[in-house]
């Protein structure tokens, strides 16, 4: 017990692993000095690319990427919106910060509809930032507030698409949607909840299907913009 309660704290007081995949040099360099002036992150990888990107997925105990990539393509699916699949896919465990350059709505969606975390913009606060890359290395999710705004605003069309209105959850599904949107973990939930974290997961993956969503964002952004909460 003595050895696991050790474990634990060592865990909690190792840095947290951060690789950086950004197609600009300046943007690897800005972030490298941000994130070096935090003692409790440590980045322990960069990639100009796609393929060296790929690699930093190799490292056992890497906890966050933040990935600045190109999301638009003229025609098929952006090599930057399929880095971020083949990344969630491939390590689950490792959370995906997509930080953009522009504000468009499409490819904002596209990187969370990917598997994104969270989403900030490059102009985001030195303070804001590293307050993102810690909450998503908890398994939470992050959105500026300024993305947050683009997002929210009411679209009726897109809410006809993701079929909230009229979409009926239970008490106990709408208690962990609540909390989804405001940031908690499958743990910090199963915990608030009284009961297993496998459990927490079973429900989020009817609330998904029942709001035409594929991801914790996603299903806060409909929450909020259905009026659901």
Known sequence: MLKDQVAVSAART??????????????????????????ELRVVGTAAGIDDGARLLDLPNLRVMLVNLDLSAPSGPAPGVEFIRR???????VGIL???????EHLLRAALDAGADACCLA?????????????VAEGATWLDPEISRILLHPLPAALGHQGVPGVHLSPRERDILRLVT???????????????T??????????????????????AVAALRGGLL
């Open 98 to 104: 997509s930080l953009k350059r522009r504000t468009e």
């Open 182 to 196: 405001d940031g908690y973990t499958n743990d910090e939930i199963a915990e608030r909840l009284t009961c297993a």
């Open 123 to 135: 102009t985001t606060s030195q303070t804001r930032l590293l307050q993102a890359i810690k909450a």
């Open 14 to 39: 190792r840095p947290i692993e951060v690789g950086i995949v950004a197609d600009r040099d300046t943007t690897r360099r800005t972030l490298l000095a941000v994130l070096a002036h935090d003692h």
């Open 198 to 219: 496998a459990t927490i997961k079973t429900h989020l993956l009817h609330l998904f299907s029942k709001l035409g969503v594929h991801d914790r964002v996603s299903a």
């Open 87 to 93: 990344s969630k896919e491939r390590r689950p465990d």
